[in-house]
Structure formats: structure tokens, C-alpha cells
């Protein structure tokens, strides 16, 4: 069943006098509980589809269903909330709020659905020991390695158990020890959930794991590979 499907989708951005066309009419259908890895050079465009499928920006035109809701038409105040109950993202910059704990960024997205403050609190332990942060549950941000935030940047994305993850480019700031984990962590928690996991990369290392791999170049998908035999041995 196709939980995510986009019709001609293109995006166009103005730069003075100029309109940049970066998606150039994307048709895509991702099923649900599949991981797809969208592959390509800088300046493909693989990011900008990432943020139209997550509804982070607007198409210019075509249309975008995430479990058949037509979130290009939804208001920003109508997306905030579908992606509150549906959506975890990953972010290759972490994006955690420096002046809260591991703890505090991990309850963030339960406070909105209106969890109380104990079980938020249960919750988000659970899955910081899940990502090896036990010992880091007290710590800010600015007093953890790289690959530590990113941990975080996982157990904030995966806790609530939601049914997508969006991921861009995760590992983009970490050495290759800490990519391997990361990389690991990532999809043994999708796998082991049926969650559906997007992730953008230029590591074809890392769409080995995926079940089909997109490949963009010059704002279209230039072609698609499914994967018959998947690494399921390096996450279980």
C-alpha cells in the first residue's frame, strides 16, 4: 500500500530576474514500511524532493498525498500538526536546542501529543538507552561529541513511534567509525518498527541498505533501482 505519492511535482525558485527550476516533474510512489534512499550529486535536487515529500516547502505545482491527505494544499498550521502525529526527521545539522538536556530535546515531540510530563519523560529515557545515551540523559548538547547530538537527533525523530522518518543527509557531519553506527542505528530502529524511512544521501554505501534506491540528476529521477537482496545482516 503506498503510503506517500507525489504527481508532477516541480519547484522553481527566483534568483533576481531568473526562476531556477530544481524539480523538473517528479512522479513517486513509496510504500508503506519501505526504505528508499534518494541518491544524488550536490545540486540534484535530492534535498529539495526530500523537503516537498515532508512538506517542509511547497511545490510550484503537482501534487503530494502522505496516507492519502493532500498535504500541498494543508495550511503551515494544518502541517505542523499532521507532522506532529505522523512524521520523525533526522537532520544532517541535528538541529537540537542547545539550552535543553538530551532528556528534554527527546520530549519535545510528545509534549504536543499531550502526553503528561511522566510519561513524556519515561518515554524518551527509553529511547535514549535505546541509542546507548544512558549516561548522557542530563547532558546539553554543546557537552556531547557529534555523533552523541546526532543519537539524540534519532531518539527525537523515533520517539512516538511515527510512521515515516525522514532522514537528509545524516551522517554528513560525523568521521566514518561514527557513520557506520549512526547508519546501523537508523535502520535497525525502522526494520525492527515497519516504520517508512526516506533518506537522502550521496553515500552509496548507505543505499545498499535500502530496499529502492532514486536516483536524481538535474531535478529528475534518472532512474530507480530496486534492491532483491538487502543488508538485512548490518542492523540485526
Known sequence: MDIIKLNAIRKSFSMGKESIEVLKGIDLEIHEGEVVCILGKSGSGKSTLLNMIAGLEKPSSGEIFI???PIHKLKESQLAVFRQKHIGFVFQSYNLLPMFTALENVTLPLIFKKMSKRKREKEAKEMLVNVDLADRIHHKPKEMSGGQQQRVS????????????????????????????????????VRENNQTLV??????????YADR?????????EKV??????????VF
Not at 199 to 208: K, N
Not at 225 to 234: A, G, N, Q, S, T
Open 213 to 221: 534506491v532514486i536516483h536524481m540528476k538535474d531535478g529528475q529521477i
Open 154 to 189: 534519532i531518539a527525537r525523530a523515533f520517539v512516538g513511534s511515527p510512521e515515516i522518518i525522514f532522514a537528509d543527509e545524516p551522517t554528513g557531519n560525523l568521521d566514518t567509525k561514527t557513520t557506520e553506527m549512526v547508519i546501523d542505528l537508523i535502520f535497525r530502529m
Open 67 to 69: 496516507k492519502n491527505t
Open 199 to 208: 533518506m537522502v544521501t550521496h553515500d552509496d554505501d548507505m543505499a545498499e
Open 225 to 234: 533501482i530496486k534492491k532483491e537482496k538487502k543488508l538485512y545482516e548490518k
